[in-house]
């Protein structure tokens, strides 16, 4: 993968509302495609076309039918690997003509969908173009009407994430799932006119380090600071570090969960009866780990493994006893890495450009541009 780098305002300290300067010429960006995963392992999945669509045959490329427009089959294994409609084959690709969509499951997709067995079913694998891939990606993850510079830095963001995960995380069937497990992907649903202009005023924009993509982790909110990797990872990652969330006045980022005595026990598994909690907090309030001691042994917890576990928004809370049970006061909304997506918005709010909004969550990191 090759970039152009372009010069990003390093924000040290504090925040400087000063304007960005531009050390290269942006060059158009190579197209790219994204593999993700739409449905893994089903036993069907429903998979049709808005165009007529060629039905090909996954290693040779050879047509071996074709879809009508606006109708839909189900996919489905059978002994010589997947079938849809009355055609069969090891693994099929089901092509839409024009500027037609796909359907899969229950939505329309730009690009064209793999269909391969597994040993599960059938799974169906989304090719889309990078940006297109964005456009509907922006609308999942945030609020397509937001302001344009919060939505830019958003498109960054995500467009470097893929990239990340194409490079480094790809297992041969697919880059990305379409959940928050990766990044939130509705097909056309979820695009609009912001999404698009975002991701097109960006075009082929990443975030690198040592002249590779970073891992551009972002979340909801911070709760009023983000944190340090490897205080909710394990990989200690130079330009993941804790920075001002600039989040704080974010109502749908303060929470409060009641979990009872039964469900904890039902939760924290294998220590029998839960009796005691000891937390260790990160330099910035969050419960970095919380080792909780029970009648039969003892089991410690990390970061998001501690947050799903219990099934609370963050690990910026604290803990009170009830009669029954404990209450979870928090704050924040995510892992807390990265980007706070509500810090994007106030900020963009007072007229801090995106790039300026980049430089402050991912410390040290260049922008960079996309080359053929």
């Known amino acids: 993968m090759k970039f152009k780098l372009l010069r990003l305002l390093s924000l040290q300290?504090?925040?400087?509302?000063?304007?960005?300067?531009?050390?290269?010429?942006?060059?158009?960006?190579?197209?790219?495609?994204?593999?993700?995963?739409?449905?893994?392992?089903?036993?069907?999945?429903?998979?049709?076309?808005?165009?007529?669509?060629?039905i090909r045959d996954y290693s040779s490329g050879k047509p071996l039918g074709q879809l009508a427009a606006m109708n839909a089959f189900?996919?489905?294994?059978?002994?010589?690997?997947?079938?849809?409609?009355?055609?069969?084959?090891?693994?099929?690709?089901?092509?839409?003509?024009?500027?037609?969509?796909?359907?899969?499951?229950?939505?329309?997709?730009?690009g064209k969908t793999l269909l391969m067995p597994t040993q599960q079913g059938v799974t169906a694998v989304n090719y889309v173009d990078l940006e297109q891939y964005l456009y509907s990606v922006l609308g999942g993850e945030m609020n397509g009407n937001w302001h344009q510079e919060a939505l830019k830095a958003q498109a960054v963001a995500a467009r470097t994430y893929a990239v990340y995960k194409r490079e480094n995380e790809s297992n041969g069937v697919y880059d990305v799932v379409n959940t928050q497990a990766s990044q939130v992907y509705k097909g056309i649903a979820s695009e609009s006119p912001g999404t698009h202009a975002a991701v097109n005023a960006t075009t082929g924009q990443i975030l690198t380090?040592?002249?590779?993509?970073?891992?551009?982790?972002?979340?909801?909110?911070?709760?009023?600071?983000?944190?340090?990797?490897?205080?909710?990872?394990?990989?200690?990652?130079?330009?993941?570090?804790?920075?001002?969330?600039?989040?704080?006045?974010?109502?749908?980022?303060?929470?409060?969960?009641?979990?009872?005595?039964?469900?904890?026990n039902q939760k924290i598994t294998g220590i029998g009866t839960v009796q005691a909690l000891t937390p260790v907090l990160s330099p910035y309030g969050s419960v970095k780990s919380m080792k909780f001691i029970g009648d039969r042994g003892t089991r410690e917890l990390r970061g998001d493994a501690l947050r799903t576990a219990l099934g609370l928004r963050s690990t910026r809370f604290?803990?009170?006893?009830?009669?029954?049970?404990?209450?979870?006061?928090?704050?924040?909304?995510?892992?807390?890495?990265?980007?706070s997506q509500w810090g994007a918005y106030n900020l963009a709010q007072q007229g801090v450009k995106y790039q300026q909004i980049l430089s402050h969550y991912y410390r040290g990191a260049s922008l960079a541009q996309l080359k053929p």
């Open 13 to 54: 300290g504090r925040f400087w509302w000063s304007t960005l300067f531009w050390l290269a010429f942006i060059t158009p960006s190579a197209a790219m495609e994204i593999r993700v995963a739409i449905e893994q392992g089903v036993e069907q999945v429903k998979v049709g076309s808005s165009t007529t669509a060629t």
């Open 74 to 110: 189900y996919a489905q294994p059978n002994p010589a690997g997947v079938a849809l409609a009355q055609v069969k084959s090891s693994a099929m690709w089901v092509e839409p003509s024009g500027d037609g969509y796909v359907f899969i499951g229950d939505r329309w997709y730009r």
């Open 209 to 264: 380090h040592n002249n590779k993509a970073i891992l551009a982790a972002f979340h909801a909110c911070s709760g009023g600071h983000t944190e340090n990797v490897e205080d909710v990872w394990s990989q200690p990652l130079p330009y993941l570090r804790g920075v001002a969330g600039y989040d704080d006045n974010v109502n749908a980022c303060q929470w409060v969960k009641t979990v009872t005595g039964a469900e904890l």
């Open 318 to 339: 604290t803990i009170t006893a009830e009669p029954l049970g404990l209450r979870f006061d928090g704050r924040g909304w995510g892992h807390g890495l990265g980007m």
